[in-house]
C-alpha cells in the first residue's frame, strides 16, 4: 500500500492554514498535513519530514521577508517542491517566485476546488499557475540581471545570503550551519562578487528588490 502523502502548510494565519487543510483532507488519500505558524517553524517541519511531498508557503510569515524566505527552503530543501500561496497574486510576483524556483502560484482569493486543482496539478509534476496568467519577459531590467545573478549562487549561498538578509551576523551564521566564521567570510565574499556589490548591506538591500513582494495577509 502506498505511503500517504505528507504535505506542510506554513501560515502564519490559523484561519488560513484551516482552509488549507480542508482543501487538503477532500483530497484523494487525505495527506498527513503538517502545519508551520512561522518562517523558521517551516524550516524545521521541512527538516524534520524529510520526505515530504510538497510545502505550501505564505509570502508574508514571520521571521521572512517575501520572496526571500522561497530562495533559503529551495536552496536548503532542493528536492522539496514549494508552492506559494499568497494574496499577492500580480504578474510580477507569479513570475519572480517561478523564476527563483517556485513549483507553482496559488492565489489566497482561489476556492476550494482551485487550491485542490493547483495542489494536485504539482504532485502531478507539473507547475501550477492561477488561471489567466501569462508568463512575459521580466519587465524590470534590474530585477532580471539580479535573478539572473542569484541563479548563479550556490545552495550554501543563497542560505548565507537569505540568513544575512535575517540580520545574523557571520558569527551567528557560522553556528546555525554548523562552520566556521571564516566559511562564512569566504562565502559572504562569494556572494558580494556574484551580485556585484561592495557589502553585506548592499546585497540585503538587492534581494530586497525582489524579496518585498508586497505580500498581504
Known amino acids: 500500500?502506498?505511503?500517504a502523502l505528507t504535505i506542510i502548510i506554513a501560515d502564519d494565519h490559523p484561519l488560513f492554514r484551516g482552509a488549507l487543510k480542508q482543501a487538503l483532507t477532500g483530497m484523494a488519500g487525505s495527506p498527513d498535513i503538517v502545519?508551520?505558524?512561522d518562517f523558521e517553524a517551516a524550516r524545521k517541519a521541512a527538516a524534520a519530514n524529510s520526505n515530504?511531498?510538497?510545502l505550501l508557503l505564505d509570502l508574508a510569515m514571520p521571521g521572512v521577508s517575501g520572496l526571500s524566505g522561497l530562495i533559503s527552503l529551495r536552496a536548503e530543501f532542493q528536492s522539496l517542491?514549494?508552492?506559494i500561496v499568497s494574496a499577492s497574486d500580480d504578474p510580477a510576483t507569479i513570475r519572480r517566485a517561478l523564476d527563483l524556483g517556485a513549483s507553482g502560484f496559488i492565489s489566497k482569493s482561489a476556492s476550494i476546488e482551485e487550491i485542490r486543482e493547483g495542489i494536485g496539478s504539482v504532485l502531478d509534476g507539473n507547475?501550477?499557475?492561477?488561471?489567466g496568467y501569462v508568463r512575459g519577459p521580466e519587465q524590470d531590467s534590474e530585477v532580471a540581471d539580479l535573478i539572473a545573478r542569484l541563479r548563479t549562487l550556490t545552495p550554501q549561498q543563497s542560505r548565507v545570503l537569505a540568513m544575512l538578509a535575517e540580520g545574523l551576523l557571520?558569527?551567528?551564521i557560522a553556528y546555525e550551519l554548523g562552520v566556521s566564521e571564516a566559511t562564512i567570510k569566504a562565502h559572504v565574499s562569494a556572494i558580494l562578487l556574484k551580485l556585484n556589490v561592495d557589502s553585506r548591506t548592499q546585497a540585503v538591500i538587492q534581494l530586497g528588490k525582489i524579496g518585498n513582494a508586497q505580500a498581504a495577509a
Not at 127 to 131: L, S
Open 81 to 83: 517542491p514549494v508552492v
Open 127 to 131: 507547475v501550477y499557475t492561477p488561471g
Open 1 to 3: 500500500m502506498a505511503s
Open 52 to 54: 515530504a511531498d510538497l
Open 35 to 37: 502545519e508551520a505558524g
Open 170 to 172: 557571520n558569527k551567528q
